[in-house]
């Protein structure tokens, strides 16, 4: 994709998706979802939130277009939506960590 063929469409898809990873919670989310489909109380404890937290931030993925809800009796359970977003956070994971593997983990840090 050359730069000219990048539409206002895009530009937004990204943003939704950047704003996805800008907070921890919703990172973390993403992150176990690329292993395995998940319930939200699973992954509230795994990730040391309220429920309620989990249930507002997965509205948010859900909003970003990000997560998929699936109804399972009377529970419902979550799947990334995309077959393309495991490898992609997969690949942004190597990225970020061959870029700049310290970033942020000391008080130096300047991109806060």
Do not use: I, K
Request: charged fraction near 20%; glycine fraction near 6%.
């Amino acid at each position: 994709m050359t730069t000219a063929s990048v539409t206002a469409t895009h530009a937004a898809a990204l943003a939704r998706f950047a704003h996805a990873l800008s907070d921890d919670t919703r990172l973390g989310v993403l992150l176990a979802l690329r292993e395995a489909p998940a319930y939200p109380s699973d992954l509230a404890d795994a990730l040391g939130v309220s429920r309620q937290v989990m249930s507002n931030q997965l509205a948010c993925l859900r909003g970003c277009g990000l997560v998929q809800a699936v109804p399972d009796g009377r529970r419902t359970w979550y799947r990334l939506a995309d077959a393309h977003l495991a490898p992609a956070l997969d690949e942004l994971l190597r990225v970020v960590l061959y870029v700049e593997p310290g970033c942020c983990a000391g008080e130096t840090c300047t991109c806060a």
